[in-house]
């Protein structure tokens, strides 16, 4: 993934000011935030288990290795693929917080953690792969074993695969919000959705504000802090230039100078070019356009990081997009961005819904030596 450098400057503009500010309240598509009813919860059916729930919080992994492989290059090796960057932010914040423990204190609540990744050297290995376990312990919980015939295979492995790891681990927790959107997300959104565009959408219940406009759709927490955001609209699907990264922003900056007003007049939401990505994925065997990067609102000092997902609605030839953006300045902003993620993965086309056993979830990945 790619790495985004940011001068101390722009740092501070972005961190700087105050959220964008809706505009005054009107009955009027367009007019302003509205306050949406508190929706009752959504529920689904849960399998009865004895186990207890995974402890941890999103995005924590439990690394357990001996001390002294861990100071040796395998552990260095894992260090530094484990000690990463979140993409699209900012200022520097890591994909993971990482705690270590020896294997003689796996033992009691360690065992509950919600993510661990396991370290298994012994020449009864040919090869190194590895292999991995759900709900072993605990509830939602996932455990990664490293298999290896010795310490220098082992280091080569993860040396070679370590993107694969981080995005295993990644996916997993995507996975997690994913289904706690689908035991409560907020229903009056999903009908405005329904409504607007013929597809279903789960955002988090909390998101109770929302401003419609043409084939536009924004619902936001209004927070002065911690501000979560989500945004759909829709726009006739031409041709595959559609999908360039020019093009993307260029769409992207006009519906938003359209329909997100900033604080003082005529400020706006615009798109910081030189820092966005774009990436062609796979979502339920389909094609779909995934981007990355950062906002600020022109004409003020304010900004974050936002994600979003392009797809193709073919019967009714046009691209749906499905956006979530932060507004965070004075704290960290992995969990809260990651949880706008998963949101864009619970989209569902027309064509898509009432469709038997229709997966919302990401497929997992299995890291092979030399496949992707």
Known sequence: MKRYLFTLTLIAALLSGCQPKPS??????????????????????????LLPQA????????????????????????????????????????????????PSSYDGMFK?????????????????????????????????????????????????????????????????????????????????????????????AELNKYKK?????????????????????????????TFTLDYYMARRDSVMKANIPGGPEGSYMSTQHEFVNVQDITVKDEYAQFARGLWRVQGDHMGGPFVAMSRV????????????FVYAPESLKRNLIRKMEAVLYTLQLPTEQNVENFSYGLEEITIVPGKE
């Open 55 to 102: 402890g941890g919080t999103p995005y924590e992994l439990l690394v357990i290795m001996s001390n002294e492989q861990w100071e040796r290059p395998v552990g260095r090796a894992l260090f530094e693929v484990l000690d990463t960057d979140l993409p699209g932010v900012a200022q520097p914040e890591r994909q993971f917080r990482i705690s270590r423990i020896d």
């Open 213 to 241: 406009g043409e084939d536009f759709l924004w619902a936001s927490t209004n927070r002065g802090s911690k501000d979560l955001n989500f945004v759909m609209y829709a726009y006739p699907y031409t041709d595959t230039n």
């Open 313 to 324: 609605d073919v019967p009714n030839n046009r691209v749906v997009v499905v956006e979530g």
């Open 24 to 49: 005054s309240s009107s009955d009027e598509p367009g007019q302003g935030l509205h306050q949406v009813t508190k929706n009752k919860p959504v529920r689904k059916r849960k399998s009865l288990s």
């Open 112 to 204: 509950i953690f919600r993510n661990i990744l396991k370290v298994d050297v012994q020449t009864i290995y040919s090869s190194a792969k590895m292999k991995y376990a759900r709900d072993t312990y605990a509830r939602t919980q996932m455990i990664m074993t490293l298999q290896a015939h010795d310490e220098e295979q082992l280091r080569t492995f993860i040396e070679a695969n370590g993107q694969q790891l981080l995005d295993f681990f990644n996916r997993v927790e995507l996975n997690r919000e994913i289904q706690n959107l689908g035991e409560q997300h907020n229903e009056a959104v999903s009908d405005m959705v329904q409504a607007m565009f013929g597809c279903d959408v789960w955002i988090p």
